[in-house]
C-alpha cells in the first residue's frame, strides 16, 4: 500500500493561480506523454507516487491525451484508486476538452453539448466526482465564445469542476473569455499556454504580461520545446526519441544552426550550475508571471532532476542578454 513521504511540502513552491486562492506547485506533471494506450502501468505509477512524494501536487490531463483518446484518463483514474484515493484532497487534478474525440460533429472544438458531455467522460474514466480545473482546450472559430464560457461556468456551478480555465488563448480572446465568466460570476484562474525559450509568442502577443496585470494564472506547457531545450540531440537523434517515434517533433527542425544554439545554450548552463533542460524550465519561472511550469517526463528520474530548479529561477542579466542573443533576440 502506497504511504506518500512525510517530507514532500517542505521542498517545493508553490503559487497562487493569478488571483484566486489557489496555489499550484512551481512544477506540475503534464500527463501528454508516456500515460497513454502502449505505455509500461508500472512506469506510470511509479512517475506519480515520484511527483507527489516531492510535492508535486498537480496532474494535469485532457479528454483527448492517449494516444487512443482517453487512455491516459483512464490510466490516472486506476493510480487513483491504487494510491491516491486518500489524498484527493491534497492534488490538483486538471482535464480539458476542445480536440476530436468521437465522430459526428458534436465530438471536438467548443460547443456547449460537446464540452459537458466530454467532461462528464473525463470523470467517468477517473472516476471522480469532480476535477479541479477544468479548461476550454483551444479556441473555436465558429462556436459562440459566450456559449463556451457559459458551459465552463455550468461545469462549475454543477460541482463538476471547481474552477475555470482556457489553454491555448491568445491575448484579445484570454481578455474577453475573462469578462465574460467575471460577468458570470464563475471563477476563472488560469491560461495553460505554450512557452520555452525557444517559444516567445506569449510575449509577443502581449499575452503573459497581460495575464500578470489582470490576475489570470499562466501555466506553461512544452518548456523545452518537445525535448530541444535538452543535450538529447547534441550527439545525433537517439533511437528513443520523439523524432524516431514520429512524434510532434519532426527531424526538420534539428537544423545545424538550431543545433548551435543548443549547443551554446547548453553551456549558459553548465555555468550556473544545471543541466540545460533545468535552466530552460528555470527561465519560465524566471520573473514571477508564470504560476506553473508542466514538465512531462519518461522515468521517475527525470521528475526528480526537473523539480531542483525550484530554488533556482533567478538570472542575471548578463544571463538574460547571452539567452536572448543566442536564440537571435538581442
Known amino acids: 500500500m502506497y504511504v506518500a513521504d512525510s517530507t514532500r511540502y517542505e521542498g517545493m513552491v508553490y503559487n497562487y493561480s493569478g488571483r484566486s486562492g489557489l496555489r499550484l506547485p512551481a512544477v506540475s506533471l503534464g500527463l501528454w506523454h508516456n500515460f497513454g494506450t502502449y505505455d509500461n502501468f508500472g512506469n506510470m505509477k511509479a512517475m506519480c507516487r515520484t511527483a507527489f512524494d516531492h510535492g508535486i501536487t498537480h496532474f494535469d490531463l485532457a ?14 483514474g486506476r493510480i487513483l484508486a491504487d494510491d491516491f484515493r486518500s489524498y484527493r484532497d491534497q492534488l490538483v487534478i486538471s482535464t480539458k476538452a476542445g480536440y476530436t474525440m468521437w465522430e459526428g460533429p458534436y465530438g471536438d472544438w467548443g460547443s456547449r453539448k460537446y464540452l ?54 491568445d491575448r484579445e480572446t484570454t481578455r474577453r473569455a475573462m469578462e465574460i465568466l467575471k460577468d458570470l460570476r464563475c471563477p476563472f484562474i488560469i491560461n495553460q499556454s505554450r512557452y520555452s525559450i525557444f517559444d516567445r509568442h506569449i510575449e509577443q502577443d502581449g499575452l503573459k504580461h497581460f495575464a500578470a496585470e489582470h490576475g489570470c494564472g499562466i501555466i506553461a506547457f512544452s518548456p523545452l520545446a518537445q525535448g530541444l531545450l535538452t543535450d538529447k540531440y547534441l550527439g545525433g537523434i537517439p533511437e528513443d526519441s520523439r523524432v524516431k517515434k514520429g512524434g510532434a517533433l519532426k527531424a526538420s527542425a534539428i537544423t545545424k544552426e538550431k543545433l548551435a544554439q543548443i549547443a551554446a545554450l547548453n553551456q549558459v548552463a553548465a555555468e550556473r550550475g544545471q543541466t540545460l533542460a533545468q535552466m530552460a524550465l528555470s527561465w519560465v519561472l524566471r520573473d514571477g508571471e508564470v504560476t506553473s511550469v508542466l514538465i512531462g517526463a519518461s522515468k521517475p528520474e527525470q521528475i526528480l532532476e526537473n523539480i531542483g530548479i525550484v530554488h533556482k529561477t533567478e538570472f542575471t542579466s548578463e544571463e538574460i542578454q547571452s539567452i536572448d542573443r543566442i536564440c537571435g533576440l538581442d
Open 63 to 76: 479528454n483527448n491525451y492517449g494516444p487512443e483518446p482517453g487512455s491516459a484518463e483512464e490510466n490516472f
Open 116 to 169: 459537458l458531455a466530454s467532461l462528464d467522460q473525463s470523470l467517468k474514466r477517473m472516476k471522480l466526482d469532480y476535477v479541479d480545473i477544468f479548461y476550454h482546450h483551444r479556441m473555436d472559430p465558429n462556436t459562440p465564445l459566450e456559449e463556451s464560457m457559459m458551459a465552463l461556468d455550468t461545469a462549475v456551478k454543477s460541482g463538476r469542476a471547481l474552477y475555470a480555465g482556457i489553454s491555448n488563448y
